[in-house]
């Protein structure tokens, strides 16, 4: 055997890079994952019962930061309450509730605080008899049946 035998072999070279296209199926994977993450992203946020949600919470906020007579108080979250109610459960479910039966489907619904002496008085002060002052156990009763009520009831 020659003593320099090393000096025979082919020079050392690494083989060729991979190519850059196309990738590999795992990254077909995450791309797909990726656009289905993404699709579902932006219907959950353009869900209507959520936009909704955000518009009644938005308008109790601005309800809270106001500094207005409990009666008119009273009025806006009646207000807020019903519209909320009617986007989400419908005009046939909602709009023929009045007094102990409205109180009574905001209770079922989510806002538990409301059908005891409460909501008499929430009512009381909206359609304009004197009541008293419970303006921020309304608001947390009110806020409560916005962040509750699904549609479908339960």
Do not use: Q
């Amino acid at each position: 055997m020659n003593p320099n035998w090393l000096t025979e072999l082919a020079p050392a070279h690494s083989p060729p890079a991979p190519p850059w296209w196309p990738p590999a199926p795992g990254w077909w994977i995450v791309a797909v994952l990726a656009l289905l993450f993404l699709a579902a992203c932006l219907l959950w946020r353009r869900d209507p019962h959520r936009a909704s949600r955000r518009a009644a919470l938005r308008e109790l906020k601005r309800i809270r930061e106001e500094d207005a007579e409990p009666r008119a108080s009273a009025r806006a979250i009646e207000s807020v309450l019903r519209r909320y109610a009617m986007a989400v459960f419908g005009g046939e479910r909602v709009a023929r509730l009045t007094g102990t039966s409205w109180l009574e489907f905001v209770a079922a619904e989510g806002g538990a605080a409301l059908p005891s002496e409460v909501g008499r008085s929430l009512l009381a002060a909206a359609f304009g008899s004197s009541a008293r002052d419970d303006r921020e156990l309304w608001l947390a009763g009110a806020d409560a049946f916005v962040r509750r009520a699904r549609p479908g009831g339960r």
